[in-house]
């Protein structure tokens, strides 16, 4: 009888303690408001970017629709300077002036693109999220 009655006990304290330890898991939960989740995300997006420039070199080779052959043949180094400045320089360009044309116009829309004015509409910043 006293073995049956020390089982009983030990399963109901075991049971006393995980409910416990369920209800004190319960309360421990916090929510998390949005502007300190924007906040947090903003302190690693200023960390994420690289301090320094560096530049890219790249070469592109357009081609006619029928032609296997490339009918231009442009070299340019892209300086970035993060975290939102970007320039290019073409160094070198044979074939048809039309690739060149093609070539700096694709560096423009690039450049465009990383000025701060298109940056701050697609930042995590806190205009752009709070309120949403």
């Known amino acids: ?15 006393a303690l995980f409910c416990s330890f369920g209800v004190t898991q319960e309360t421990t939960r916090k929510t998390i408001s949005l502007t300190s989740i924007v906040e947090a995300l903003e ?9 320094v420039s560096y530049p890219v070199i790249r070469e592109y080779q357009l081609f006619a629709a029928n032609d296997s052959s490339a009918n231009s043949d442009v070299v340019a180094e892209v300086d970035f300077r993060p975290p939102a400045s970007k320039d ?7 074939g048809s002036k039309r690739g060149q044309q093609v070539v700096r116009r694709v560096l423009e829309h690039e450049v465009g693109a990383a000025s701060n004015s298109n940056r701050a509409r697609t930042a995590l910043t806190r205009d752009n999220y709070v309120g949403v």
Do not use: N
């Open 43 to 51: 302190k690693v997006q200023i960390g994420a970017h690289p301090q």
């Open 88 to 94: 290019y320089r073409i160094q070198k360009s044979l």
């Open 1 to 15: 009888m006293v073995r049956v009655t020390t089982r009983w006990l030990t399963i109901g304290v075991s049971i």
